[in-house]
């Protein structure tokens, strides 16, 4: 074969296997689609055939509703086309998949979004080795280093009970962030009721019904003020600022988000309490992620392929940046 991974195709609107017809989390509406996970950038409606994990298709159809949908679960093998695809996990969201297409003796892996902590809703990220690995990078500069997120959590928590007479109003993307922050809650020990915004109940009632336990919550909606002092409000981050939340006794306002690394983001949207929580690798993974594959070739998509590409030559690994668009943040998107 000329050049590796030459059956792959780059295209702004997303990433084409030529030889499965198919692509991989396209920005437009395509006859087949190979899904990694439910946030809208990469799941978008509209698609003929969609082959995604099962949770990523339940996510799908509670959003948009039901899809020409394929299932694969991980480590199944499918073939599309003339190529053998499998979904392993990324540990981004609930269901979120890296996915291995095989063809001609050559594998590529396209990682989607991904980090590499613990998170307990997702099953954790599976280092698969490659001759390409198609990375994202959204935190690719050496500035990002995320916290622990059980300190973050301790500091949400230690907050919440210094204030006894107010509530904390936690900004959090509807899918994944808002699940996470709820079962890192519960893992720290704090089984009070939760109180949620009506943009995230859907998607909490799913996860529960995939096996993801998330405890009492409660509807925000209705609860009168008294009852929300000292308890922890889940909000998308557009309603941090918003009519809605003026109902609320006296809210901390705070934001689980990558971004919040930065102070001036922290203060765009007015937020009190930072906790810098995210589903994306920081610097460090993305680069332990790149060593441990080791790939032949690094491809490098959505996010900041500048730096990632100057550590690949740093280190001798060969590297190229794919300008697709369509692709944002979900912290940056609500
Ligand atoms: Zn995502
Ligand atoms: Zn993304």
Known sequence: MAR???WIEPFPEGIYVKPADAWVDPSQ???QALVTHGHADHARSGHGAVW???ETLAIMAVRYGEQQGRPVAYGETVRVGEVDVSFVPAGHVLGSAQIILEYKGE????TGDYKRRPDPTCAPFVVTPCDVLITEATFGLPVFTHPDTGSEIDRLLHRLHSEPERCVLVGAYALGKAQRVIA????????????YHGAVERLC?????????LGDLRPATGAPKDELKGKIVIAPPSALNDRWSRRLPDPVTAMASGWMRIRQRARQRNVELPLVISDHGDWEELTRTIREVAPREVWITHGREDALMHWCAMHQIKARELNLVGYE???EMD
């Open 29 to 31: 509406p395509k006859p």
């Open 205 to 213: 009632k799913l996860y529960e019904d995939l096996g993801v336990s």
């Open 107 to 110: 594998r590529v892996v396209v």
């Open 329 to 331: 943040d979900e912290d």
């Open 52 to 54: 995604a994990t099962p």
């Open 184 to 195: 890192e809650l519960r893992a720290r020990g704090h089984h009070e009721p939760i109180y």
């Open 4 to 6: 590796l991974g030459s």
